[in-house]
T-cell receptor
Framework: GEDVEQSLFLSVREGDSSVINCTYT??????LYWYKQEPGAGLQLLTYIFSNMDMKQDQRLTVLLNKKDKHLSLRIADTQTGDSAIYFC????????????FGSGTRLQVQP | DAGVIQSPRHEVTEMGQEVTLRCKPISGHDYLFWYRQTMMRGLELLIY????????DSGMPEDRFSAKMPNASFSTLKIQPSEPRDSAVYFC??????????????FGSGTRLTVV
C-alpha cells in the first residue's frame, strides 16, 4: 500500500540547519518531491530527486534518499524566517495512472 | 503562463446550498487533480482527470460531490448540498505526463470554502 509519513512539527533558530524527514512504503516510486506551502498559498515544488540518486544539492537545500530504508530527508542550511512554512514530501510512480502520494506535512517554525 | 487559476479564492455559503469551484489548468497539461486540505485529514486527493477523462474518483467523499472537465482548459468541482463538514481549502493542480517528471504538479492558490 501507499503511505508517506512525516513528523508534524519542527522548530529551529534562525541560522541553524533544519532537517525534515519522510518515510514511504512503496519501493516502486520513481521521483520523490519536496513541496513548500506558505500560509494562504498553494503547494510549490521546492525540489525533487530521482529514485536512482542518493543525494541532490540545490543551493541551501540538500535532499538525501535512502532507498533501502525508504527514507527521504530535506536539509535546509542557514534557515531563515522566510523558510517558515509547511513542507510536504511526495512520491511519484512510473505510470501516470497513479497520482502522487503526499505526506501529512511538517510545519517548520523558524525562531528569530 | 499564469499558472493554475482557481476561483473563487474564498466562498462562504449556507448549509444546503450548492457550491461550484472552478479551475483552469496550465495550457498543455494533460492531467488535472482536485485535492482537499483540512487540519484533521491533511491533503486528500479527491479525483483526477487525464485528457478530460476521470481516472480515479475513489477519493470523492460521497454522492454530494461531483467533478467535471468539459474541455482541456476548465474543470469544476460541485458540492450539492453543502454541509459544514465540507469546510476546507480545495486545491486544483495540473501536470504533464502525470507528474512523473522532475516538474511534479503545479498547484493553484486554492479555494477556501466555509459552510455555515
Amino acid at each position: 500500500g501507499e503511505d508517506v509519513e512525516q513528523s508534524l512539527f519542527l522548530s529551529v533558530r534562525e541560522g541553524d540547519s533544519s532537517v525534515i524527514n519522510c518515510t514511504y512504503t512503496d519501493s516502486s516510486s520513481t521521483y520523490l518531491y519536496w513541496y513548500k506551502q506558505e500560509p494562504g498559498a498553494g503547494l510549490q515544488l521546492l525540489t525533487y530527486i530521482f529514485s536512482n540518486m542518493d543525494m541532490k544539492q540545490d543551493q541551501r537545500l540538500t535532499v538525501l534518499l535512502n532507498k533501502k530504508d525508504k527514507h527521504l530527508s530535506l536539509r535546509i542550511a542557514d534557515t531563515q524566517t522566510g523558510d517558515s512554512a509547511i513542507y510536504f514530501c511526495a512520491e511519484g510512480f512510473y505510470t501516470g495512472r497513479r497520482a502522487l502520494t503526499f505526506g501529512s506535512g511538517t510545519r517548520l517554525q523558524v525562531q528569530p | 503562463d499564469a499558472g493554475v487559476i482557481q476561483s473563487p479564492r474564498h466562498e462562504v455559503t449556507e448549509m444546503g446550498q450548492e457550491v461550484t469551484l472552478r479551475c483552469k489548468p496550465i495550457s498543455g497539461h494533460d492531467y488535472l487533480f482536485w485535492y482537499r486540505q483540512t487540519m484533521m485529514r491533511g491533503l486528500e486527493l479527491l479525483i483526477y482527470f487525464n485528457n478530460n477523462v476521470p481516472i480515479d474518483d475513489s477519493g470523492m467523499p460521497e454522492d454530494r460531490f461531483s467533478a467535471k472537465m468539459p474541455n482541456a482548459s476548465f474543470s469544476t468541482l460541485k458540492i450539492q448540498p453543502s454541509e459544514p463538514r465540507d469546510s476546507a481549502v480545495y486545491f486544483c493542480a495540473s501536470s504533464a505526463m502525470g507528474g512523473q517528471t522532475n516538474y511534479g504538479y503545479t498547484f493553484g492558490s486554492g479555494t477556501r470554502l466555509t459552510v455555515v
